[in-house]
């Protein structure tokens, strides 16, 4: 089983600075639990140079979430490759606890397409990925988050303030 480590296996590192700040900096600043819902649009600069845009939206309704990010190269390198990502994730919360019910997961760098998703089934146990033409399943657990839900568990259990936890990340090809 893999740790929280999630940016690990991004394929493109030139992403990774997009999705952590589409992934983290809203729902980690909020102080109300569960967040609000919003709508948040970033520019991404790299050397003093517009590089790339994300917008993030996070909608809460009752215990249901949805949490989507857009993202796209604008300028220079990033445009030229056609830098694009998509990530959605689908929940709802069991008291403070996150459970995620659907994840998707769509990037695209030049000619290099990646898409996986995982369909998470509380009442079973497991969670289903699906990545090109392969399906795995694994056991599913209390702390298995998807990468986007993973930041509102660790708003959660701050908001807690617990001291020591861990959660277990589901990728598209390892937990």
């Given at each position: 089983?893999?740790m ?26 909020q ?8 709508t ?12 790339a ?7 809460r309704?009752d ?12 300028k220079?390198?990033?445009r ?39 369909e ?11 990545r ?21 568990a ?22």
């Amino acid at each position: 089983m893999k740790m929280i480590n999630w940016f690990e296996n991004t394929h493109a590192s030139y992403l990774r600075p997009l999705l952590a700040t589409a992934l983290g900096l809203p729902a980690l600043a909020q102080a109300d639990w569960p967040p609000p819902s919003y709508t948040a649009v970033y520019d991404m600069y790299m050397d003093g140079k517009l590089r790339a845009e994300t917008q993030a939206t996070f909608t809460r309704q009752d215990q249901q979430w949805t949490f989507e990010n857009r993202g796209q190269g604008t300028k220079g390198l990033a445009r030229v490759l056609g830098v694009e990502t998509e990530e959605s994730a689908a929940g709802r919360w069991e008291g403070d606890d996150v459970l995620t019910g659907r994840f998707s997961h769509r990037s695209k760098v030049a000619v290099r397409k990646d898409r996986w998703s995982a369909e998470f089934d509380w009442e079973a146990g497991t969670v289903r990925v699906e990545r090109d033409d392969r399906t795995m399943e694994y056991p599913l657990e209390r702390g298995m988050v998807d990468p986007v839900g993973l930041t509102l568990a660790m708003q959660s259990l701050l908001n807690r303030e617990q001291k020591e936890w861990e959660l277990l990340v589901v990728e598209d090809e390892e937990v």
